[in-house]
C-alpha cells in the first residue's frame, strides 16, 4: 500500500517532514502565524492539487484557502497522532465535499453520466501527455473522478473513500472502474 | 462495453478479488486479448496517476490567507543585533518533546514557553515591548492556560534584566563579571544559532536549539536576580 | 568546648574565636548551614550527633540552633560585612544536607542522605549523597562522586564533573566541560554553551540521553552490546564513531539518526559546531587528542 499522495517522494523524506510538521503543527496552534505559514508552503502542493482535480472548476484557488483557513481554526483538534499532512488532507477532503453540497446550482454544470465523456472530443492533436490525462480526469462524472482522484491519485483506500463520500465501498470500487474505463477509452483518441 | 470480465479488472488490478474469482479471471486472460488490453490500459492508468506532479496555484494564496487567520505579515518584527536594531522575521520552533515524555520548558510555572522577536540586549540597554503571541507546548488545556499567562519572554528578560541593572552594586563585582560574561556567552550562542536558523527555517535541531539556549539566558538571569534579590 | 543541647534551644557562642559544639540529631533532621564565605566542610561519623567546629573572627556570631526539622547553623555578622567563616561539621552518615553560602567553598565526604549545595563563589567538592543530590555554583566547579539518586550538578562558569554515580542526571554549565566518568544513568541531560562533554558510563534500555553544546566536542561512550537509538545533530560540526555506523541523512543541515543494537535507549547527541565522537568504552571523555592514538590498538576487537 503507498502512502497518500508520496508520489515520487520517499518514505525518508516523508518522515523527515514529519518532524518539522509535528513542530510547526503544535506552534501554529497557539497562534504561531510564520509558522502556519511553513505549514501552508510545505502542504501546498498536494492541497491545491487535490482541491484542482476534485473540483475542477474555476473557484480552486477560493476552495484553497478554505483549506487553510478551517486547518487553522481547526489545529487545536489535530493531536499529532497521524502525520499533519494526513489531517490537513482529510480536511481539505471535507471543505472540498462540504462546498460541493453547498453549491447545488453549480453542480448542475457538471454532467454526469458516461454520455457527457463521450460527447467531448479530445482537446488536442498533439497532446502534451499529463495535461491530456489532467484534462480528463476533469471531465469525468463528479462521482467517478472524486473516486478516482482520491484512489488513484491520492492513495486512500475503498473503504475510507466511502466514509468520506457517504457511499457503499461498491459503489466506490463501481465508481473508480468508471472512471478508469472512461479514462481509457479518452485517451485512445 | 461492460461484461462479467471487464467489470472485474479493477478490482483485479486492486488484488482485491476473492481467490476464486480471482483465479477464473486469470484464465479468461490467458485467452481474451481484449481483457489482456483492458487491464494493460488500466495499468497505465494508475501508474500515471500516481505519478501526477503536484497542481499549485497561480498565484501566491498566502496573503489572503494571512489576512483571513488575522495575522498580518507586515507587522512581523525583527531586531538585529547591530547597534542601529534593523529588523528581521525570525522563527522559532520547539521539538515535541511532550511526545518523547521529557518535560518541557516552563517559564513561570506550568507548561508555557514564550517567544518573542526578540534580541539579545546588553544588561544596561533596556529593550522594547515585544508584541509576538503567546506559545504553549503541549494539550488544548494547557494551551488556553498559557495564553491566559501573557507573559512573554522578553517581558521576563527584560524584567530580569532591569533587576539586575538595578542592582548590581549589591554584588561583588567579580560575580557581577561572571554573570555578564555569561550571558554574553549565551548571547552568542544565540546569536549564530539564529543566524544559521535564518538560513535554514524549518531546521528542526536549530530550532530546538535556540529555543533552548534563549532558555539558558533566562534561567542565568533568574539566577541572578534570586542572588541579587538575597543579596544584602 | 562541647555543649550538648535538647530540641528548641539556642546556643549562641557569640565572641568566641574558636566554636566547637555538638547537638544531638534526631532521624528526620536535616542539617542545615547559611553561610556567607569560607568553607563548609561536612564529614560523616557513627554518632547521632551533629558536631559544628568553627573559628569566626570576633565580631561574627555563628548560631547553632536545633528544630524538629533540621540542625542550623548559621552565622550573623554583628557590625560590617559578614564574615568569612571555615566550619567543619561532622554529621551521621543518613543525615541530609542543606547547605548555602554565597563564598563557600562546599565540601562533602561520605554523607548517605539527599544533599542541596548552592553557592556563589566557590567550589562543591561532594563524594557521598543519596536521593535528591543538587549541587549548584555560579562560578566555581561542581564535582560529584559516588551518588545515587536524583542528581542535578549545575555550575555557570566551570566545569561539572560527575563520576561513579547512577541514576537520573542533569549537569549544566555554561562555560566548562561536562564530564560523567564511569557513571551509570538512567537518564541524562548534560548541557553547556562553552564547552565540551563526555558520557562513560552504560547506555541502559529505555533510558534517554541527552548531551547538546553549543562550541564544544561531545564523546559519547558505548560498548558492543549497547541498544540505542542514537541521534546526532550539528550545524556546522563533524561526527566521527569508532563503529561502522550506516547514516541516512533524513535533512540536510547535518542531522541523522541510527541505530545500535535494538534501538532501546534514545540518545541525542547535539553539537553546534563542535564534533561529536562515538567511541568505545574507556577511550577517553577527555578532549585531548592523545587517547584517540590508542584506539587502534582495539581495532581487532571489531
Not at chain 2, 539564529?194 to 535556540?210: C, I
Not at chain 3, 550538578?153 to 541514576?167: A, I, L, Q, T
Not at chain 3, 542526571?169 to 561536562?178: L, M, P, S
Not at chain 3, 565522537?277 to 581495532?299: E, K, S
Request: aromatic share 4%.
Amino acid at each position: 500500500m503507498t502512502l497518500p499522495g508520496t508520489g515520487a517522494a520517499t518514505l525518508e523524506q516523508a518522515t523527515g517532514r514529519t518532524d518539522a510538521d509535528a513542530v510547526d503543527a503544535t506552534l501554529a496552534a497557539s497562534g504561531d502565524a510564520h509558522a502556519f505559514e511553513r505549514l501552508y508552503r510545505a502542504h501546498l502542493g498536494r492541497v491545491s492539487s487535490l482541491v484542482r482535480r476534485m473540483l475542477s472548476d474555476d473557484d480552486t484557488d477560493d476552495v484553497i484557502q478554505d483549506v487553510f483557513v478551517r486547518a487553522w481554526q481547526k489545529l487545536g483538534t489535530f493531536r499529532g497522532e497521524s502525520a499533519f499532512g494526513t489531517w490537513l488532507h482529510r480536511l481539505a477532503v471535507n471543505v472540498i465535499l462540504g462546498r460541493r453540497e453547498t453549491l447545488g446550482i453549480r453542480r448542475q454544470r457538471h454532467l454526469d453520466g458516461d454520455m457527457a465523456l463521450e460527447s467531448v472530443p479530445s482537446r488536442r492533436t498533439t497532446p502534451e501527455i499529463s495535461m491530456d490525462f489532467e484534462a480528463a480526469i476533469a471531465r469525468l462524472p463528479n462521482g467517478a473522478r472524486q473516486v478516482f482522484v482520491l484512489h488513484d491519485v491520492e492513495g486512500y483506500r475503498h473503504e475510507e473513500i466511502a466514509t468520506m463520500l457517504g457511499l457503499a465501498t461498491g459503489t466506490s470500487k463501481s465508481q473508480l472502474h468508471r472512471a478508469r474505463m472512461a479514462l481509457r477509452r479518452h485517451l485512445e483518441r | 462495453m461492460s461484461d462479467q470480465w471487464t467489470d472485474r479488472l479493477s478490482e483485479y488490478l486492486d488484488d482485491e478479488l476473492p481467490p476464486d474469482e480471482r483465479a477464473a479471471l486469470e484464465t479468461h486472460l490467458r485467452h481474451c486479448t481484449a481483457c489482456g488490453a483492458a487491464l494493460a490500459d488500466l495499468k497505465r492508468i494508475v501508474t500515471r496517476a500516481r505519478g501526477l506532479e503536484d497542481r499549485l496555484p497561480d498565484r501566491d494564496l498566502w496573503p489572503g490567507i494571512a489576512a483571513r487567520i488575522g495575522a498580518n505579515s507586515g507587522e512581523a518584527r525583527a531586531i538585529d543585533l547591530g547597534a542601529e536594531r534593523a529588523r528581521r522575521r525570525w522563527s522559532f520552533s520547539l521539538p515535541q518533546l511532550a511526545a518523547a515524555g521529557l518535560a518541557l520548558m516552563a517559564l513561570s510555572g506550568g507548561s508555557v514557553w514564550l517567544l518573542q522577536p526578540h534580541g539579545n540586549v546588553p544588561l544596561a540597554a533596556h529593550p522594547a515591548a515585544p508584541t509576538m503571541p503567546v506559545l504553549a507546548v503541549g494539550n488544548s488545556a494547557a494551551s488556553l492556560r498559557a495564553r491566559a499567562a501573557g507573559q512573554s519572554y522578553a517581558a521576563a528578560v527584560s524584567d530580569l534584566e532591569r533587576v539586575l541593572q538595578q542592582n548590581r552594586g549589591r554584588l561583588n563585582s567579580t560575580t557581577v563579571q561572571v554573570i555578564e560574561r555569561n550571558l554574553a556567552t549565551i548571547d552568542s550562542a544565540i546569536a549564530q544559532a539564529q543566524r544559521a536558523l535564518d538560513a535554514d527555517s524549518a531546521n528542526v535541531y536549530l530550532n530546538s536549539h535556540l529555543a533552548e539556549t534563549r532558555q539558558r539566558k533566562l534561567e542565568l538571569l533568574r539566577q541572578a536576580a534570586a542572588l541579587v534579590s538575597s543579596a544584602s | 568546648m562541647f555543649v550538648t543541647l535538647a530540641s528548641g534551644a539556642l546556643a549562641a557562642l557569640a565572641f568566641l574565636q574558636q566554636i566547637d559544639t555538638t547537638v544531638t540529631a534526631q532521624q528526620g533532621q536535616r542539617l542545615v548551614v547559611d553561610s556567607y564565605g569560607g568553607e563548609i566542610a561536612v564529614k560523616t561519623w557513627g554518632r547521632n550527633a551533629v558536631r559544628v567546629e568553627a573559628d569566626p573572627p570576633a565580631r561574627a556570631e555563628v548560631q547553632v540552633s536545633s528544630s524538629s526539622a533540621a540542625v542550623s547553623v548559621r552565622s550573623e555578622g554583628r557590625r560590617g560585612p559578614p564574615a568569612s567563616i571555615d566550619y567543619t561539621i561532622t554529621v551521621p552518615t543518613w543525615m541530609g544536607l542543606d547547605l548555602t553560602g554565597v563564598y563557600s567553598d562546599v565540601k562533602v565526604d561520605g554523607v548517605r542522605g539527599p544533599i542541596t549545595v548552592q553557592t556563589v563563589q566557590g567550589e562543591v567538592d561532594v563524594a557521598g549523597g543519596e536521593g535528591t543530590v543538587s549541587l549548584r555554583s555560579v562560578q566555581g566547579a561542581v564535582k560529584l562522586r559516588g551518588a545515587r539518586g536524583r542528581i542535578d550538578v549545575h555550575s555557570v562558569n566551570d566545569e561539572v564533573r560527575v563520576s561513579e554515580s547512577s541514576g537520573e542526571i542533569t549537569a549544566e554549565t555554561v562555560n566548562g566541560d561536562v564530564a560523567l566518568e564511569r557513571v551509570d544513568a538512567t537518564s541524562l541531560n548534560a548541557t553547556t554553551v562553552n564547552g565540551d562533554l563526555g558520557y562513560d558510563g552504560p547506555i541502559r534500555n529505555g533510558g534517554r540521553y541527552i548531551l547538546s553544546t553549543h562550541n564544544g566536542d561531545i564523546t559519547l561512550a558505548a560498548s558492543e552490546s549497547a541498544s540505542a537509538t542514537i541521534m546526532v545533530s550539528t550545524f556546522s560540526g563533524d561526527f566521527e564513531s569508532d563503529f561502522a555506523v550506516p547514516l541516512k541523512e533524513t535533512r540536510k543541515g547535518r542531522r541523522f539518526s541510527f541505530t545500535l543494537g535494538g534501538g532501546s535507549a534514545q540518545v541525542s547527541l547535539e553539537s553546534f559546531q563542535g564534533t561529536i565522537h562515538l567511541v568505545r568504552p574507556g577511550h577517553g571523555n577527555r578532549d585531548d587528542g592523545d587517547d584517540r592514538h590508542d584506539r587502534d590498538d582495539d581495532d581487532s576487537n571489531r
